[in-house]
């Protein structure tokens, strides 16, 4: 199983990025697909999620009209688009995949920096 996270570098304030993650090794249609951050010192936090089936999608108010979270099922990808960035989203971007059968079953990617200047 492998989840592998692209897209993430240095940006200044107020643009635009786009992560992805490709996923191999399961059977990605069934599983939820979620975008974590971390700062060193902090909690991981959820960014963004999208669930397996219907493809609904949340999160969390601090990036609400910001950052969309999309799907491919085909290519199995899930992508960010992170747009109108501020210094404080810059972290360590994670993409996690969660089984719809069990919460049990469920996947890491080794992380991508983002780092927004001011």
């Known amino acids: 199983v492998q989840l592998v996270e692209s897209g993430g570098g240095l940006v200044q304030a107020g643009g635009s990025l786009r992560l992805s993650c490709a996923s191999s090794?399961?059977?990605?249609?069934?599983?939820?697909m979620r975008w974590y951050r971390q700062v060193p010192g902090k909690e991981r936090e959820l960014v963004a999620a999208?669930?397996?089936?219907?493809?609904?999608?949340n999160y969390a108010d601090s990036v609400k009209g910001r950052f969309t979270i999309s799907r491919d099922n085909a290519k199995k990808m899930v992508y960010l688009q992170m747009n109108n960035l501020k210094p404080e989203d810059t972290a360590v971007y994670y993409c996690?995949?969660?089984?719809?059968?069990?919460?049990?079953?469920?996947?890491w990617g080794q992380g991508t920096q983002v780092t927004v200047s001011s």
């Open positions: 090794g399961f059977t990605f249609s069934w599983y939820h």
């Open positions: 996690y995949a969660e089984s719809q059968y069990s919460s049990v079953r469920a996947y």
């Open positions: 999208t669930t397996s089936s219907s493809g609904s999608t």
